[in-house]
């Protein structure tokens, strides 16, 4: 297992562990973000299932389809990852989720700002930070009762999470602190391709 127990939280700790601890009848639903980049690459359990959606690109994506994939398929425990620029935008949902009574594994990797913005548009710029959030009240706050939740700042308090969600019955959210240069994981030349890329003008007017 990559990392002591008393490193702090990172990419390079947190992915071998969800890997770890995902389970054969798992739906893993990944939020449209750099988080997906490093998905894609893992190698899941034999029958673990996985959502995504990348057409539109659309950053918020995964927390309500976590909703509708729980919904949709009671059998399987469904786990979410997202980051927390994306699940800032439609956190909502899970208060509907304590409402309907699913039971997902909600995972929050927070790094502070929109990773996939900053990787298309460069880091360093304002916009892109966003309001610091108390992310395991979350639940609480919007009415969900029952739920696990927690906060790993340390792949110690990580490791003791995972064991934890996996012994609870119910719903789970787990904020994970990951630091926010980890936000582009592509290769320096890939990023600097994609910074220097401009759109051709049309010829079409407008």
């Not at 909600?106 to 929109?114: C, D, E, K």
């Not at 108390?134 to 064991?163: H, M, N, Q, V």
Request: proline share 7%; with cysteine; charged share 15%.
């Amino acid at each position: 297992m990559t990392g002591d127990a008393g490193d702090p939280t990172s990419s390079a700790g947190f992915y071998p562990r969800l890997q770890r601890f995902l389970r054969p009848t798992d739906l893993l639903v990944s939020d449209t973000g750099t988080c997906l980049l490093t998905l894609n690459a893992l190698r899941l359990p034999p029958g673990v299932a996985m959502e995504s959606q990348t057409l539109w690109g659309s950053i918020g994506w995964g927390t309500p389809a976590a909703l509708g994939c729980a919904l949709a398929d009671s059998d399987r425990r469904v786990v979410l990852v997202s980051g927390d620029g994306g699940h800032q935008l439609t956190a909502q949902e899970i208060g509907v989720m304590g409402f309907t009574g699913v039971s997902p594994v909600v995972i929050v990797l927070n790094n502070g700002l929109y990773g996939v913005e900053a990787l298309i548009s460069e880091s360093g710029h304002a916009y892109n930070n966003i309001p610091v959030w108390r992310y395991a009240d979350i639940p609480k706050t919007l009415g969900c009762e029952g739920w696990w939740c927690g906060k790993a700042s340390s792949l110690a308090e990580l490791d003791r999470a995972f064991a934890a969600i996996n012994e609870h019955s119910g719903a789970a959210y787990l904020e994970i602190l990951i630091p926010p240069e980890e936000s582009q994981p592509l290769a320096e030349e890939v990023i600097e391709t994609m910074h220097q890329t401009h759109t051709p003008k049309s010829n079409t007017p407008v």
